[in-house]
């Protein structure tokens, strides 16, 4: 069982879906709070929910408000960092700077493309971030 | 007000010069309770608030002399600067110390912090070791 976890583990890494920051969570674990790691997972996985949500509620809109797609995924890569989401904080970097780009132009042809691109971004991130989820899902129940 | 005895500075070069009381503000749930968690392995005890208001708030009891604001700098829907300023205004310039976390190190956000009054800036994403020893620096250079 313990070889799985560090099976599970190990491929999360190497695949990039974690990074280094993951491991300081770990050691933020101890006898006192021995579930620390799942906890924030927990916490994290509800409050990127909620900005998905929100996030596709402003898209559905039509009319792309740069503005506060990029306050949602300010927020999301925040707390992508804090639990080391390596793939997912590529994806809202990403989505950022179309964001930044698409606010800044003005032919609306162009715009258009940005507005595509962010699309096609977010559909990536919900990707990796049901991926990651699904992974990790994994790697707390091989861990119990 | 709150200036005095802190406690821990019994002895400046142990241990417990850590110990004492901490308000640390951030926007979302996943960093408050990182942030929070990683101050207390370090020895610290810790009030985590989600808001300018909830600080200042907790800073005006004078039951918990607070001797450090750990305080994210980009909060969405939150000036991070204008609550330093706030404390600075309310508190004065000695205690507490004010310590920023900022995901940026450009040279105006420096000047900005500098002109706050803020003691100390930490780079996001923070790490313990980090947190550890920026911490000890102004608590040991606000004791000089």
Known sequence: MQRQVA??????????YLDEQFVELEELQDDANPNFVEEVATLYFKDSARLISNIEQALERGSFDFNRLDNYMHQFKGSSTSIGASKVKTECTMF???CRVGNAEVFS??????????????KQLKKEHATLRKKLE???QASK | MLAGKAPGLQHPNSNSILRGLIITLAYDDVNRTVTKRLLEKIGCEVTAVSSGFE?????????????VVILDLQMPEMDGFEVAMKIRKFYGYHWPLII??????????????LQMGVNGMIQKPVL?????????????????
């Open chain 1, 7 to 16: 099976l599970i583990k190990q491929s999360l890494f190497d695949q990039g």
């Open chain 1, 96 to 98: 950022r700077e179309y």
């Open chain 1, 109 to 122: 042809l162009f715009r258009t493309c940005d507005e595509c691109r962010c699309l096609r971004t977010f």
């Open chain 1, 138 to 140: 994994q790697y707390f």
């Open chain 2, 55 to 67: 600080c200042l708030s907790a800073l005006s009891n004078v039951e918990m002399p607070y001797r």
């Open chain 2, 100 to 113: 920023a976390l900022t995901a940026s190190t450009e040279d105006h956000v420096r000047e900005r912090c």
């Open chain 2, 128 to 144: 313990l070791h980090v947190m550890d020893s920026e911490l000890r620096r102004a608590l040991q250079s606000a004791s000089e």
